[in-house]
């Protein structure tokens, strides 16, 4: 090769010197960084995305190293890495093996998150007083989520394969991106008219030429998974406070397991995915329809149990009924001996009031002479009572009876005066008087 002509590289030796040139240009490294798309593999091995404003660097972890961390890494954390740069030399990408990680604090992302949470839980809209509980049997579902998106063939198959009978209303949104709360917003206003109009969108699936569709009586809000970043919409305020106004109770299925947004805090139940949320307000249908043969088994037994219970009442009555002939012969017979009874029973009566009857009238004479004494008694210690009180009885002691010209009686000395002419009654008749001094 002459020095004119330029090298030809062997796709995997120019990786391995540039490995090369990384392990002696750079290494050992400390990075810090924002943590993004975390995730662990059943193997132990840790993979995730470092970044900050500017760029990002492919990271991997493995299990050696994962066992000794101290906390449980989550997107949006500031972290501090240390390791080795290189280069993945089947797909040629740059990464930087991780043997350490620290907190360095927490990420731009991740402190909104905080910040928003801390308001809202503290304005209540978090409470579990204000959870309702799912219905049973929904009579229609709603359900927001973007029409690309796998979450809608998840929900719509778990809802087909449960519960085909139970029509869906959906109302697109997008679920990622600036635009995606506005559109989610939008959307889920529109259910809430529709709900309470019974008016709105085409469902996703059921017999257009059936009756009218039913009121919505819950609201699925899902998403798939992502990066805390791509779930970044359902940490919206105002999301949040149009989810807290839901007329209908709403199940939030955004992400894994893992992830959490303030959707989930809102809504009146978390799920974990969503498809976990389609079968949460779907009982499979096979479970209802066994209910249903129960209850019609139960309600023959029943009533098979009533029928005989009266028949055996009916039969009771019929033979305690008889022949109608021989009921009017027994009361004919009863009849009879009444008659031949009553003369007897009537004389008895007669002789039973008059005998009570003379004897009363023996006891008369006694009853009056005992009440004309005790009413002279009484009589006599009236007429003692009353002779007690005669005034003759007072002037025979030397007492007189005054009175004026007018036959008033005078009583005290200021109801006379010189030169008066008083009349002074006594026992034996009545002499008149002239006042000289009326001094008191």
């Known amino acids: ?57 492919r990271c991997a972890m493995f299990k050696r190293a994962a066992t000794g961390l101290a906390f449980a890494p989550r997107d949006g954390e500031l972290v501090e890495v240390s390791g080795r740069l290189g280069v993945y030399e089947p797909r040629g990408d740059l990464q930087l093996i991780v043997e350490g990680m620290r907190r360095a604090g ?3 992302l991740f402190e909104q998150f905080l910040q928003l949470k801390a308001r809202l839980e503290a304005e209540g809209l978090f409470d579990a007083a204000r959870k309702r509980a799912l219905p049973v049997m929904p009579r229609a579902i709603g359900l927001v989520t973007s029409l690309g998106a796998a979450a809608l063939h998840d929900v719509v198959t778990a809802l087909q394969r449960r519960v085909p009978h139970i029509p869906v209303v959906l109302a697109p949104a997008s679920v990622q991106g600036s635009q995606a709360p506005a559109e989610l917003i939008s959307s889920l206003s529109k259910l809430y008219q529709y709900t309470q109009e019974k008016r709105g969108l085409e469902p996703v699936f059921a017999d257009k030429n059936s009756v009218p569709m039913p009121v919505i009586d819950v609201i699925l809000l899902v998403r798939g998974g992502g990066a805390m970043e791509d779930l970044w919409a359902f940490n919206d305020e105002q999301l949040a406070r149009v989810l807290a106004q839901s007329p209908v109770p709403v199940v939030c299925g955004v992400g894994h397991e893992t992830d959490f947004t303030i959707a989930d805090f809102v809504a009146d139940l978390r799920a974990p995915t969503p498809t976990a949320a389609a079968e949460l307000v779907a009982q499979p249908r096979e479970a209802w329809l066994g209910a249903l043969d129960q209850a019609q088994r139960r309600l023959r037994d029943a ?19 008889g022949r109608p002939s021989a009921r009017l012969a027994t009361q004919r017979l009863r009849l009879a001996a009444c008659a031949q009874g009553l003369p007897s029973a009537a004389r008895h009566h007669v002789q039973r009031n ?13 009853a009056l002479q005992r009440g004309l004494q005790a009413h002279t008694l009484r009589l006599d210690r009236a007429a003692l009572r009353l002779g007690l009180l005669d005034p003759h009885l007072v002037l025979e002691r030397g007492y007189a009876w005054l009175s004026d010209a007018q036959g008033q009686a005078i009583t005290r000395v200021g109801q006379t005066h010189p030169g008066q002419v008083v009349k002074a009654t006594l026992v034996d008749g009545a002499v008149d008087l002239t006042v000289i001094n009326s001094a008191g």
């Open 1 to 57: 090769m002459t020095p004119s002509e330029p090298r030809i590289w062997q796709v995997g030796a120019l990786c391995r010197a540039i490995a090369d040139a990384l392990q002696a240009r750079f290494n050992p490294v400390t990075v810090a960084g924002e943590l993004s798309g975390f995730s662990r593999a059943a193997s132990g091995h840790c993979y995730f995305t470092l970044k900050d404003a500017s760029g990002q660097l």
């Open 106 to 108: 927490q990420g731009s």
């Open 303 to 321: 009533l098979e149990r009533q029928l005989d219970r009266h028949s055996q009442r009916l039969d009771s009555a019929a033979s305690r009924l």
């Open 354 to 366: 008059q005998q009570q009857l003379e004897r009363l009238a023996g006891q008369l004479p006694l």
